[in-house]
């Protein structure tokens, strides 16, 4: 989950001279933020600070970042859209043809930091990446893309194949620079219903994390509001799944057994209680995990802006001290 | 579910004239709207048409109806704030004031429509009624009212109980007022972990739905996204719990039992398939259930803005074929 961000001073002085974009796409701000979280809390992973929707952008759809979220200017609903988005050169550092920004702050930032801490690259899954292009601005329903599903599924279809493809290459290439494993985000996946799921969703996160499988680099998927999807979920493909906050880690456990890993599910706004509960909470979690070879802790969703520094320090300290 | 609005060209031509709080207040302009679909349609209930937001604003919260949706310009989220909210005169008409034109709306209405055709009313539950009031002004994700609840649990409660008390009396007087049945909107309650809906939603929702159980009327209740929360749904003591789309209703009875009613689930979105696909997709989730006597089949959300008037009418020809 979102380790870097506003909640810190750090980014936030960095922030005051530089765009978010510019903190994304030029390596030497892009490694900085990355690492300002491992420095100052000694986090046993890096994720390399970037944005979901610049693969988007690098295959031709104009994206704009406002107070308001990303946006898209010119939104896909038609095959003319579709058929527009172009291959991304995915070593090309101008965002609008490719991603080598990722890619050379992946390479920095395995250079930088020792072989025991991970570094973790990511994408956006296709159905949540696509969600974004066509919703153009995206609200809280997702109505549009659910809506194109049916009006016209075959554009939908087209438009998720294309997504597919790319990002499984654009999570190798993030794998053969430096990535040690990838997490990809259908966040927007929950939205759908079991049946729509299995045919929206499912088989492109499956195409994805079957190409990264050929690196040999472990994969978690992260899906919001999922509670309903467990069973499908675990036939994506990942080594890991990675769970929000309404969902109960041991029963997770008991229903999929071992053969996966899970991660996370520290509700974030949890963090704004006074350090002493989020002790308690973080030490409830890991009580109801019992030591479980294959958890992960983590946040259920990226850290909130505004987030107190002395509850993450709280949240470090009490997983150090059952190490 | 909402049956009138924007979908409706007779609604489309009363609104060029008037403003959607005008629709709301008016009980002339709120009883034609009611009775839109029903006329239409020819629905086995008729919903008054109002917003679950007035009731907030006759306790004197300032609401606006805006493009981006409903918007309190002066959040709650301190303790004045909150002692500020005042006893609404639930007669008046005045929607600053009360919520009277709700309750003349469900008068003329049970008085215009034949016995055997059900009026429902309806109110926001305390914690859905809260997301918005701290929010000021609702996005997807609920990160302040979340946030609040671990900063400040005790004004969240302050706040719940004073929204919960109003709300009990508000939908009896919608029973006494000609209402067969209500319904309670926790819409945003599917953003708790089971632990906190337990501690912020589940009471005040069972309060409210207390209240309602001693005038003998029937009672709805419905959450988004509730996957994660049936069991604690189901001590709620709703007589029928109504599920969005992500849930398989056949799972939902077999783990409930025969004792509460079921009401859904078809996806909103399903509507902008073609009507054929509409009759297919009402026809499997009516065989899926078999002629649960305890089932109603409904949408799984409010209608959206432009569905095709031509898969309502498949929706319903579909359901009277069955009976």
Redesign the interface.
């Known amino acids: 989950m979102r380790q870097a961000g506003r909640y810190l001073p750090e980014y936030q002085k960095l922030r005051q001279k530089h765009t978010f974009v510019e903190m994304c796409t030029f390596p030497d701000l892009a490694v900085e933020v990355s690492l300002q979280p491992y420095r100052r809390f000694g986090f046993d992973a890096v994720i390399v600070f970037y944005d979901i929707l610049f693969l988007a952008a690098a295959m031709g759809a104009p994206l704009e970042f406002t107070d308001q979220g990303p946006v898209f200017r010119q939104p896909i609903r038609r095959r003319p859209e579709v058929e527009s988005l172009r291959q991304p050169d995915l070593e090309s550092l101008e965002p609008a043809v490719g991603t080598g920004a990722i890619l050379e702050s992946l390479r920095r930032i395995r250079a930088e930091v020792p072989d025991g801490t991970s570094v973790l690259g990511f994408a956006g899954a296709p159905f949540t990446v696509a969600s974004y292009l066509v919703e153009g601005s ?4 997702g ?1 549009r893309i ?6 016209d599924p075959e554009l939908v279809h087209g438009l998720l194949e294309k997504l597919a493809s790319v990002t499984g290459e654009y999570l190798a290439a993030q794998v053969a620079a430096g990535a040690d494993a990838v997490q990809l985000f259908d966040t927007w996946a ?5 049946a ?1 799921f299995r045919e929206f969703a499912l088989p492109y996160q499956k195409a994805v994390l079957d190409r990264v499988a050929q690196t040999g680099a472990p994969t978690i998927l992260y899906v919001k ?1 999922g ?2 999807l467990l069973g499908e979920l675990a036939k994506s493909g990942a080594s890991v799944l990675s769970l929000d ?4 880690l041991p029963e997770v456990r008991r229903t999929l057994g071992a053969g996966i890993g899970l991660q996370g599910n520290l ?1 974030p ?5 006074p350090p002493e ?1 989020v002790k308690q909470k973080v030490a409830a979690l890991l009580d109801s995990m019992q030591r479980d070879p294959g958890y992960i802790l983590n946040l259920g969703h990226g850290i ?1 802006p505004e987030t107190p520094l002395a509850s993450v320090e709280a949240l470090v300290e009490t997983v150090r001290n059952r190490e």
Do not use: P, V
């Open positions: 995206f609200q809280r329903s109505d659910k809506r194109l599903l049916h009006e929950g939205l759908l219903g079991a729509d509001g509670a309903h906050w309404r969902q109960s509700d706004a949890s963090l704004f209680a509960t909130l």
